[in-house]
């Protein structure tokens, strides 16, 4: 295994550690992750909101300066993959179960169950319950995603750095980013990503158990899930050793293409007038609500600090946590496109497909529970999904449809993170060994597994809420360090606005003073 490096170890070390804590002391694992996570939550709610608006601000920045011409790449870079494929290639990544496990779970629950307004069980409530999925899920969560894919694609493909999260910070800590500080924080990153990954893997063996378990009484606990997770498993390496622009390529599209026949589905049998309704007040609502939702914090209000607690701030976690993988992953296939363009689609592309699929998938568990014909909110979050089919045509077809797709969103997710976790550990290279993939795949699902055998769905949170504070310290220094190395490019081109001084004096000669370049 030359390609291995010293991150490799240490961060192969911790992880290890961590899964056999969880096999061997699991009680002990989820009383200390739950008192972690108990007071980061308290502590540091304020610090998550105020970062993820500094993340907005900064990509809509970028998009609208002229600094957004500059291509990540050489300027005779032209792009890997078709912007079709590029764009399902960064969702399935980005996206994935999330969107399968909380796509009627989410919306139904602030309905019915918690309310992010204290609106429970109303017209208005139902609104409110849309307003705020789309918070999670939208342009607030993909500025995470696109400020770290934004950094280490310029660092990796306009500035020639390794593939490294430490690399990126090269212009803030100067030559400490090839020493210790630079290892310890890609050790950091590496710790991060598995944690994120192997929490969206215990989400999707839930929730294929889940479905199992309310269709056909098969029993829903650990041992049927780590079943799953074992097949799944077998089934992704296979995946992951066919490599990027086959197995995930192929795959991503797979993804987008079930992912679209279930939503017509849903969208044609269900009410399809009340959801385009639903879609288009919940968008205007979002949107008018955008800052006061972002830095809403209720400071005099216990009980919508604590729903605060557990969505948006464990939401904010969970997207920074998978924040290295994603970020590598998307710079890895974005090669080729202009800053302004990257900024575009990874922002607004994903938000809008994730609101029409809330939309429909949360309007129709909505329904459901108004109707009183099965009470959706009484179910385990996991089979939430399963028992709204129940009250639609060819319910059993589009229960099976929903369970394939998980598991190929689970593939696909998993696979990716073998794909990042080897880059990332094997000293930036872009097509890691097949060797360091399948080690990295057999920990991403056993460290799933010690998850879920210590806590279940708490632990799979308390862990990622804990994962993603140091990370989000780097984030910040990495966005530092891309505004420093941009704004010294910008000038080296000539482009950018001029201050005000200098544009006074260039008034009378415009065209002496012109001295813009193709960017």
């Not at 307004?117 to 969560?141: S, V």
């Not at 010690?450 to 632990?459: F, I, P, R, T, V």
Request: net charge positive; aromatic share 12%.
């Amino acid at each position: 295994m030359k390609k291995a490096t010293l991150v490799f170890y240490v961060s192969l070390a911790i992880v290890a550690g961590l899964v056999l804590m969880g096999i061997a002391m699991p009680s002990s694992l989820e009383r200390i992750t739950s008192v972690a996570q108990s007071f980061i939550t308290n502590s540091f709610g304020w610090y998550y909101l105020v970062l993820i608006m500094v993340f907005v601000v900064a990509c809509v920045y970028l998009f609208i300066s002229p600094i957004g011409r500059i291509k990540l790449g050489k300027q005779d870079a032209k792009p890997e993959f078709s912007r079709p494929t590029w764009i399902a290639m960064l969702f399935s990544a980005g996206m994935g179960i999330g969107l399968i496990f909380y796509g009627a779970y989410e919306p139904l629950s602030h309905y019915a169950v918690s309310s992010p307004t204290g609106e429970l069980g109303t017209d208005q409530g139902a609104k409110d319950a849309l307003r705020y999925t789309f918070f999670h899920y939208g342009i607030h969560g993909w500025a995470i995603y696109g400020v770290i894919g934004l950094v280490l694609a310029y660092f990796t493909f306009r500035k020639g750095e390794l593939s490294l999260i430490s690399r990126t910070l090269r212009p803030i800590i100067g030559k400490h980013a090839d020493g210790l500080v630079g290892k310890i924080i890609d050790v950091v990153a590496v710790v991060s990503t598995v944690l994120g990954v192997a929490t969206s893997l215990g989400f999707g063996a839930m929730q294929i158990n889940g479905g199992l378990s309310y269709l056909f009484d098969v029993p829903s606990n650990f041992t049927i899930q780590a079943i799953i997770i074992f097949v799944v498993t077998v089934l992704f390496m296979i995946s992951a050793l066919t490599g990027l622009s086959k197995g995930i390529k192929i795959l991503s599209n797979v993804n987008m293409g079930l992912a679209a026949v279930l939503f017509l589905a849903v969208f044609l049998l269900g009410s399809s007038v009340f959801t385009l309704n639903l879609f288009t007040d919940s968008l205007g609502a979002y949107f008018q609500n955008f800052i006061n939702m972002g830095l809403r914090i209720a400071p005099l209000n216990e009980e919508i600090r604590g729903w605060i607690n557990d969505w948006t701030i464990f939401y904010w976690a969970w997207w920074i946590a998978w924040a290295p993988f994603v970020g590598v992953f998307i710079a890895r296939v974005s090669k080729g496109r202009t800053i302004r363009e990257f900024v575009f689609c990874v922002l607004v592309v994903p938000s809008i497909i994730a609101f029409l699929w809330f939309t429909n998938f949360g309007s129709a568990a909505i329904t459901t529970e108004m109707a009183g014909a099965i009470s959706l909110s009484s179910l385990a979050p996991e089979e939430t999904l399963f028992g709204m089919f129940e009250t639609f045509p060819f319910s059993m077809a589009l229960s099976i449809l929903a369970m394939i797709l998980i598991g190929t969103f689970f593939i696909t997710s998993a696979d990716s993170g073998t794909f990042v976790l080897g880059m990332m550990t094997a000293n930036g290279t872009l097509n890691p060994s097949n060797k360091i993939k399948v080690i990295w795949g057999v920990l991403l699902s056993l460290t799933s597994a010690a998850l879920l055998y210590s806590g279940g769905l708490q632990a799979l949170q308390n862990t990622m809420i804990i994962a993603a504070l140091p990370f989000s310290v780097i984030m910040i220094i990495m966005l530092a360090s891309l505004f420093k190395a941009l704004n010294k490019e910008a000038k080296e081109l000539g482009i950018g606005q001029l201050k005000m001084k200098e544009s006074k004096k260039s008034m009378p000669n415009r065209s002496e003073g012109k001295t813009s370049k193709a960017v």
